[in-house]
């Protein structure tokens, strides 16, 4: 096993960003602080979901939403080094799109201040630990969080 996770990071696939974008993906990344995923296959199959909801959008708003979440995936999976099959949709569309990655920083930053605020108000002891970008619009999800980092799920649903 150890042996194939070598073997898929070390198969990175060229970026499509300039270097600069590049450099302040990464910092973000590294600020957001994601835990990596296991096994690898769980980045291309993020994926797989994503690229079903962008098909499924049918509002120019939903549409931008869910192509956000296709360049989160592949950008996070180019970050913990894990290259994604790139889709042709990505390609076709504009790449470098300003809006597509400036709400895609939007919206999962807001998704971290959210989390790291919501653990913070329910005082919890490992507040700056609660790094998640999950939707906290989904209650499951949220009670998930609350679990995985030992915050009361009750307590934090409230907010």
Not at 57 to 76: G, K, M, P, Q, Y
Not at 130 to 139: D, F, H, L
Request: glycine share 4%; aromatic share 12%; charged share 25%.
């Amino acid at each position: 096993m150890r042996q194939m996770f070598r073997a898929l990071r070390t198969q990175q696939q060229p970026s499509r960003n300039f270097p600069t974008q590049d450099a302040l993906l990464r910092r973000w990344h590294k600020m957001l602080n994601l835990r990596h995923q296991s096994p690898p296959s769980w980045y291309q199959d993020r994926l797989d979901e994503e690229i079903l909801e962008v098909s499924a959008a049918t509002s120019r708003v939903e549409v931008l939403s869910e192509t956000s979440d296709v360049l989160f995936s592949i950008i996070r999976a180019r970050y913990d080094g894990f290259p994604v099959q790139e889709p042709l949709m990505i390609v076709n569309v504009n790449y470098r799109r300003f809006s597509v990655y400036m709400y895609m920083l939007a919206k999962f930053t807001m998704r971290w201040l959210f989390y790291r605020t919501a653990a913070y108000l329910c005082k919890a002891g490992n507040c700056g630990s609660v790094c998640e970008v999950v939707n906290p619009g989904k209650g499951h999800k949220r009670r998930a969080v609350a679990r995985r980092h030992c915050i009361d799920p009750e307590r934090f649903e409230r907010l």
